[in-house]
C-alpha cells in the first residue's frame, strides 16, 4: 500500500481553495511559538486562523505560561494578510495524567504520544464544530520527531465524529521545519529542548547526560539538526 503524501494532500486542498476564491476560517491546534511560525507564514495567506493553545501535558506550569506568552508575542509581531486571533485553553495537566497511567515508562513517539494527539485534537476538533469553524489542524506534524501519519488518521476520525473538516499536513515537508527554525532566530523566540510533558523532559535529561557537549533545540532535537526529517 503506497504510503500517503499529506503535504501533497494539503496543497491540493490550498489550490482548490484559491480556484475557488474562498477564504475559510481555521482552528489550528499549536504546541509552541517556535512550530507555529511556519505554520502560520504558510497558511495565512489561505485561512482566516484562529489559534487554540491547548496542551495540558506541559510540565511544569511555569513552562506552560512561558509557551503561551511567546505565542501571544509571536502573533502581535508575525505579518499576516488575515488577523490571526487566539483561544486560551485550559490548562488541565489531571487530564493528561489520567489519560498517561500504564503509559509512563513507554518511551517518546510510542502509544502515550499517540493518546497525547487525541487529546489535544479531540479538544481541537470539539472547539471547531463548538464554534463553527470550516477546518481544523495541528502544528505538531512540524516536528520530525512527531508522527504525521497517525496525527492524519486521528485527525480524519475525529474529523468524522465531530462533522468538521480536518486539514490534512505535514509541515516538515517542503523544509517546513528549517524555516521554523529560522524564524525562531528572526523573532527571538524561545525554543525548549523537550516535547512538553515530564516524560520527554526526563528522557530528554537522560539523553544530554549520555552526550554531553552538544546544544540542544526545539522537541529534543539537536540544535544544529535543521535537516532532519525522518519521523521516529
Known amino acids: 500500500m503506497q504510503k500517503r503524501n499529506y503535504q501533497r494532500e ?36 489561505y485561512f482566516k486562523i484562529t ?55 513507554i518511551p517518546e513517539g510510542g502509544a502515550r504520544c499517540f493518546a497525547c494527539y487525541r487529546l489535544r485534537l479531540e479538544e481541537t476538533a470539539r472547539i471547531a464544530r463548538d464554534h463553527g ?11 520530525p520527531l512527531k508522527n504525521a501519519e497517525k496525527l492524519n488518521t486521528i485527525g480524519e476520525e475525529l474529523a468524522g465524529i465531530y462533522q468538521v473538516d480536518y486539514l490534512h499536513s505535514d509541515f516538515k515537508k517542503k523544509n517546513g521545519y528549517k524555516r521554523s527554525i529560522e524564524l525562531s532566530t528572526q523573532y527571538g523566540l524561545y525554543r525548549q529542548d523537550y516535547c512538553g510533558c515530564i516524560y520527554s523532559k526526563q528522557e530528554r535529561e537522560l539523553q544530554k547526560q549520555k552526550k554531553t557537549g552538544n546544544g540542544s533545540g526545539q522537541d529534543g532535537l539537536p540544535a544544529d539538526d535543521t535537516a532532519k526529517t525522518a519521523e521516529e
Open 133 to 143: 469553524f470550516d477546518y481544523f489542524t495541528t502544528t505538531l506534524s512540524i516536528s
Open 51 to 105: 489559534i487554540f493553545f491547548y496542551n495540558p501535558n506541559i510540565s511544569p506550569a511555569a513552562e506552560y505560561e512561558k509557551r503561551v506568552e511567546e505565542l501571544h508575542r509571536l502573533v502581535s509581531e508575525l505579518p499576516a494578510v488575515y488577523p490571526i486571533k487566539i483561544i486560551d485553553g485550559l490548562y488541565e495537566p489531571e487530564k493528561f495524567y489520567e489519560m498517561a497511567r500504564g503509559l509512563e515508562m
Open 10 to 45: 494539503l496543497e491540493q486542498t490550498l489550490a482548490y481553495l484559491q480556484k475557488e476564491g474562498k477564504v475559510p476560517t481555521l482552528l489550528l491546534h499549536a504546541c509552541c511559538a517556535p512550530c507555529s511560525s511556519y505554520v502560520l507564514e504558510y497558511l495565512s495567506s
